[in-house]
C-alpha cells in the first residue's frame, strides 16, 4: 500500500537562485539524460532560465511524499518488481499532479507551475523528430531542468531529505514540483494539490 503526503512551503525566488541555482552545473547532469534534447521540457533550451525566473517574487515549493508501508516494500523482493512498482506508483502519482498545478496556475494568474521530473503529456516527444511542442498549453519544466539543486533546496525548504535506496524499494520516494507567483499561497496551493490527488489509485 502506498499513501502521499503534501508539504508546500513558500520561499523568495531571489533567495533560492543565491542559495540553489547553479546552471552549468546541473546541465552537465542533464547532458547525461537520454531526455536531453529529445524533450521540450528538457534543456537545451532556446531562452535564458534565468531571466524567466526572475520575472517571479516567490516559489511556492511543493513536496509530495510517496510513502511504502512495510507490507509493500517486504513484497518487493526483486529488482524487477521494485523498478516496475517504483514506475508505477510515481505515475500514478505524476498523472493527476499536472492537472493540479494547472489548476494553481490559473487561481493564480500570471503564476507558473513547475512540474516533478520531465514532461510525459505525450508518450513520444514531437522535439524527437524535430516537430514543435504539441501541448505548450500543458507542458511545463522541472526546477532541477532549469538549474536548481532540487536536492538541497527540498532538505532546507521543506525539511524532506530525498532518499535512494538502489534495488529496493525505499520507505518513500519525494516529488517536488512548484509554483511561482508574485505572493507566497501555501495554503491554497496545498489544498488544490491534495484535491487533485485525493483520487489516486493504488497500482
Known amino acids: 500500500m502506498m499513501t502521499t503526503t ?3 512551503r513558500a520561499a523568495g525566488m531571489a ?3 543565491a542559495r540553489y541555482y ?3 552545473k546541473f546541465l552537465e547532469y542533464c547532458k547525461e539524460c537520454p531526455n536531453y534534447g529529445n524533450r521540450w521540457s528538457c534543456p537545451p533550451y532556446d531562452f535564458e532560465p534565468e531571466s524567466l525566473l526572475r520575472k517571479y517574487g516567490v516559489v511556492n515549493v511543493i513536496g509530495v511524499q510517496v510513502l511504502y508501508d512495510e507490507a509493500t516494500r517486504a513484497a518487493m523482493d526483486t529488482k524487477e518488481k521494485v ?3 517504483t514506475l508505477a506508483s510515481l505515475d500514478a502519482v505524476k498523472q493527476p499532479m499536472l492537472p493540479a498545478l ?4 490559473h ?3 500570471g503564476s507558473m507551475a513547475f512540474i516533478s521530473g520531465n514532461c510525459k503529456v505525450c508518450a513520444v516527444c514531437a522535439r524527437e523528430t524535430g516537430g514543435p511542442c504539441l501541448h505548450p498549453d500543458q507542458m511545463r519544466y522541472s526546477l532541477e531542468s532549469l538549474g536548481f539543486d532540487v536536492g538541497a533546496l527540498t532538505q532546507d525548504v521543506l525539511g524532506i531529505t530525498i532518499v535512494w535506496t538502489p534495488g529496493q ?3 518513500y520516494y519525494t516529488l517536488v514540483a512548484g509554483l511561482a507567483a508574485d505572493t507566497a499561497a501555501e495554503d491554497q ?3 488544490i494539490i491534495e484535491q487533485g490527488l485525493s483520487g489516486v489509485r493504488q497500482p
Do not use: C, G, K
Not at 494547472?102 to 496556475?105: G, K, Q
Open 102 to 105: 494547472l489548476t494553481a496556475e
Open 83 to 85: 523498478d516496475a512498482y
Open 189 to 191: 496551493v496545498r489544498d
Open 22 to 24: 547553479d546552471r552549468p
Open 107 to 109: 487561481t493564480f494568474p
Open 15 to 17: 533567495d533560492l537562485m
Open 6 to 8: 503534501i508539504t508546500v
Open 169 to 171: 524499494l525505499p520507505a
